[in-house]
């Protein structure tokens, strides 16, 4: 079954950094995309960076461009979020998604249970 862990979150400094990991396992698909995406209480979830499984394409929210690097290591299955100058803001809960195609199947995605990211002095 495939499933999806984030790690670590954790509490930073304003100006700090951080680098979340989001493992995967459980799938043998080469047709797949994972993105980052992050909620904040009372707000909506936002989309943050996602990267195909080639790691050839990526994206980046307008937010965190300049800041925040994707990156994927195809051997370990692991997407890794580099997130650097982080600024103060409300927690989040950052939780990574893979979209995976395979076959004639259609497309089906998979959410990890998130990280939690706290940017306070």
């Known amino acids: 079954q495939l499933q999806l862990v984030e790690s670590g979150g954790g509490l930073v400094e304003p100006g700090g950094s951080l680098r979340l990991s989001c493992a995967a396992s459980?799938?043998?698909?080469?047709?797949?995309?994972i993105g980052w995406f992050r909620q904040a209480p009372g707000k909506e979830r936002e989309g943050v960076s996602c990267?195909?499984?080639?790691?050839?394409?990526?994206n980046y929210a307008d937010s965190v461009k300049g800041r925040f690097t994707i990156s994927s290591d195809n051997a370990q299955n692991t997407v890794y979020l580099q997130m650097n100058s982080l600024i103060p803001e409300h927690p989040a809960v950052y939780s990574c998604k893979i979209t995976v195609q395979s076959g004639f199947n259609d497309a089906m995605s998979y959410w990890g249970k998130g990280a939690l990211v706290t940017v306070s002095s």
């Open positions: 990267i195909s499984g080639s790691g050839g394409s990526t």
């Open positions: 459980g799938f043998t698909s080469d047709y797949y995309a």
